[in-house]
């Protein structure tokens, strides 16, 4: 004979039961555990499956889905022109206009559902992306997004750090009604430069990147040189598109240089000669800088450059 102890009702007695009595107890409870699974198995069959979190179904051929690669930044990086270019792929749908999910607490707490409502609809065999400049400099993005998606490819164009803070301070000119020289917002009463200044610190990569490399691989983070994106926006895309695993697509001669504008135009998809550019609000030409304000700024960015390269293993010259 062998003892069982008996839970629940029973008190947790145990009795002496015989062998046949042992085994009789075993096959019952065999029994009623298949039961169990053959009901499971029965109402799982006639139930639709659960359409996944990261998909909201249009048709029957496409979705709208959690984009699998974000271009996190940086302002006056070159981040619109390098989606237009990259949304040339017929592998790419990208969301237009910005998005701002991770940055703008009214956006973010409306929840994932929305933010996927946001994309365009794509098929499987496409990249859903996005692109919002101010992800980068933003404190709590990097952790926002790494709870939401850790499988994210991460996308970041940069420009020389002096280059990008001149250029954001002209588009902030061309913006404001109040007219200020650029060393009037740059630098204090004190003479030193304005670090709380918004386009100073967004010009401060490697603070921003150690963020980012707290939550996400490195390898996850793809870098384009902004300033070779804009000499030769071809050789920059064919990495990007390498980095995506995306379908050889890209070729030279889609790329034309705009002598008025400055920058790169590229060729219309529907088979027209005529090329597309950017708006007349993109390329605005730089208000004028001394050289000893740009040496100046150019030695207080060095060290920042230097932890950059040190934190990314990548040199971009500057």
Not at 230 to 242: A, C, D, M, S, W
Not at 275 to 300: A, M, Q
Request: aromatic share 12%; glycine share 6%; proline share 6%.
């Amino acid at each position: 004979s062998r003892s069982v102890c008996l839970a629940g009702f029973m008190n947790r007695r145990c009795i002496k039961l015989s062998t046949f009595g042992f085994t009789l107890l075993a096959g019952i409870t065999l029994s009623w555990w298949y039961l169990q699974e053959s009901l499971l198995r029965h109402a799982h069959s006639h139930c639709p499956s659960p359409v996944p979190h990261n998909v909201s179904t249009v048709d029957g051929q496409s979705a709208r889905r959690f984009p699998q690669a974000i271009i996190i930044g940086v302002r006056k990086g070159g981040t619109r022109a390098l989606i237009d270019m990259l949304g040339l792929h017929p592998q790419i749908s990208a969301a237009r206009p910005e998005v701002h999910y991770f940055d703008y607490d009214s956006n973010f707490d409306k929840g994932v559902q929305w933010y996927i409502d946001q994309m365009p609809p794509t098929r499987p065999d496409q990249v859903t992306m996005e692109k919002s400049p101010s992800y980068f400099v933003t404190s709590h993005v990097p952790q926002r997004m790494s709870m939401v998606s850790r499988n994210l490819k991460l996308i970041l164009i940069l420009r020389d750090p002096v280059t990008r803070l001149i250029s954001d301070y002209a588009q902030l000119l061309a913006k404001d009604k109040q007219k200020y020289s650029f060393e009037d917002k740059a630098f204090n009463s004190t003479g030193h430069l304005n670090t709380v200044w918004a386009p100073v610190v967004c010009s401060m990569y490697d603070v921003h990147i150690a963020r980012w490399l707290d939550h996400f691989k490195r390898e996850q983070i793809h870098i384009v040189d902004g300033d070779k994106f804009i000499e030769h926006p071809f050789g920059e895309l064919l990495k990007v598109e390498t980095y995506l695993r995306l379908k050889p697509f890209f070729k030279n001669d889609m790329f034309v240089f705009n002598k008025t504008k400055g920058f790169y135009c590229w060729m219309k998809m529907n088979g027209e000669e005529s090329h597309v550019c950017l708006g007349n609000e993109k390329g605005r030409p730089h208000p004028f800088v001394s050289l000893e304000t740009v040496s100046r700024l150019k030695d207080f960015y060095k060290p920042h450059n230097q932890q950059f390269r040190k934190l990314t293993g990548t040199d971009l010259g500057w």
